[in-house]
């Protein structure tokens, strides 16, 4: 089980931090990643980190305003969101599977996503 939480509203340049609790069957995967979905758009990657090791993946939007982190032992995975846009409204979801890949086709399991509101 996926449990995302830590979306709301912010003004464009603000920060949120959005977490997501890792439990279940999706405790054994190798990989914990965040996609986000745009109102009339396709799903996108986002980041990805590895529970062994802690490597990372972006994807290019990104840009350095973005972190992902993880806690081993509390098996959560953060998502640290700085400089906010307008356009990164979206629901972002947080994702289990066993390789770290940008293809929303190679991602498990899949939680019920937390939206962020980026507005004025």
């Known amino acids: 089980q996926l449990q995302a939480s830590g979306g709301g509203l912010v003004q464009p340049g603000g920060s949120l931090t959005l977490s997501c609790a890792v439990s279940?069957?999706?405790?054994?995967?190798?990989?914990t990643g965040w996609f986000r979905q745009a109102p009339g758009k396709e799903r996108e990657f986002v980041a990805a980190?590895?529970?062994?090791?802690?490597?990372?993946l972006y994807a290019a939007f990104v840009e350095g305003r973005f972190t992902i982190s993880r806690d081993n032992a509390k098996n959560t995975v953060w998502l640290q969101v700085n400089s906010l846009k307008p356009e990164d409204t979206a629901v972002y979801y947080c994702?289990?599977?066993?390789?770290?890949?940008?293809?929303?086709?190679?991602?498990?399991?899949w939680g019920q996503g937390t939206l962020v509101t980026v507005s004025s």
């Open positions: 980190i590895r529970w062994s090791g802690g490597r990372t």
């Open positions: 279940g069957r999706t405790y054994s995967t190798a990989a």
């Open positions: 994702v289990a599977g066993e390789y770290m890949r940008k293809d929303v086709n190679e991602w498990d399991y």
